[in-house]
């Protein structure tokens, strides 16, 4: 039965209910994971057989929907056809959960022809990255069921990724997700996967975000999620730094900062000025003039975004957050 529903006051933020917080079931070995391609085609054969293989290997079965290998234009299909495999998914009582096959762009096209009812009613298993962030907030916002900003089938399943996967995703377990400490090679000093405070501190709050270009592109939407008291974690890839700093008035301009208890930012890979921008903003500018003003805890260089080594970041659970040691610290688990 789900709870009644308690309607959001913000106005910049829709007409949203916020709903309780759903959870999920574990996943298991042997369940069967539902594989979806709710953006970019996959143009080739390879890329596909290597995301199942993937699949399998974390131990799961694979259901691939009805429509992942199809294709209008550079969409895996049309609107139409790429939101009904993802209903069809939540529907399909044998599928555990989904996990989408990569991202690209046009999951803000299919936000609005989900079926939030029938994900109410069957809450299971959300997960995916980059474009994925339209839709991993939109459920969580228009649901209340907690979705994963992961890897995507076709991501780099490394050592480091697999364990967060596994450990929030699978094992239920509420990890201290940090940055590795130490972590030198042959420098003196670490030099990758650094953490830098902009402002230190604690708060505690629920876990909202992800790449930053496409969440800007919610503002003013019902999928928009509800920053009011929650932490912000952000991401970006192949963005001109003017162009980061556009995404971020955005964001400053409908509210959403302003209401916020912490601030994440992940990696800006290849965030960079373009050629001949003499002059830009640093990313460093952007970020003082954006965040320090807003006298919350801030950190940067957390491992979230388009690298190879990444989190598994619950969005819509409850962590505390420490600036000073760059560390979030899940309140509970996030799966059943």
Not at 31 to 38: A, I, K, M, Q, R
Not at 93 to 100: E, K
Not at 258 to 273: H, M, S, Y
Request: charged share 20%; hydrophobic share 45%; with cysteine.
């Amino acid at each position: 039965m789900v709870a009644s529903v308690t309607e959001a006051t913000s106005a910049t933020h829709g007409t949203a209910p916020a709903w309780p917080t759903l959870l999920a079931r574990r996943l298991l070995p042997g369940d069967t994971l539902g594989l979806f391609s709710p953006a970019n085609a996959i143009y080739e054969r390879e890329p596909m057989r290597m995301a199942i293989e993937a699949l399998q290997a974390l131990g799961f079965k694979v259901k691939v929907g009805v429509h992942a290998r199809a294709r209008y234009g550079h969409f895996a299909g049309t609107d139409a056809q790429r939101a009904s495999d993802i209903n069809a998914l939540f529907a399909d009582d044998g599928v555990a959960g989904l996990i989408a096959v990569t991202g690209g762009s046009g999951c803000n096209r299919i936000i609005d022809k989900l079926d939030y009812p029938l994900i109410r009613s069957r809450p299971k298993f959300f997960g995916g990255f980059s474009d994925l962030t339209a839709l991993v907030n939109g459920i969580q916002r228009q649901t209340g069921l907690v979705t994963f900003h992961c890897p995507v089938a076709e991501s780099e399943w490394n050592e480091f990724s697999v364990s967060h996967f596994k450990a929030i995703a699978m094992q239920a377990q509420a990890p201290l997700l940090r940055n590795p400490v130490g972590e030198r090679g042959d420098n003196l000093i670490q030099t990758q996967d650094r953490i830098i405070t902009l402002r230190g501190g604690k708060a505690r709050g629920r876990m909202i975000g992800g790449n930053l270009s496409v969440l800007a592109s919610l503002a003013g939407t019902a999928y928009l999620p509800d920053c009011r008291g929650a932490i912000l974690f952000l991401e970006e890839v192949n963005e001109y730094i003017y162009r980061v700093d556009r995404l971020l008035s955005t964001l400053r301009l409908c509210g959403a900062l302003d209401q916020l208890a912490g601030v994440v930012i992940g990696k800006f890979t290849k965030c960079e000025p373009g050629d001949g921008k003499y002059g830009t903003l640093t990313l460093d500018e952007v970020f003082d003039d954006y965040f320090l003003p807003l006298n919350i805890p801030v950190f940067r260089g957390a491992m979230i975004g388009h690298v190879k080594r990444k989190f598994t970041v619950p969005v819509g659970l409850d962590v505390d957050m420490d600036a000073d040691a760059g560390s979030l610290q899940l309140l509970r688990p996030a799966v059943l």
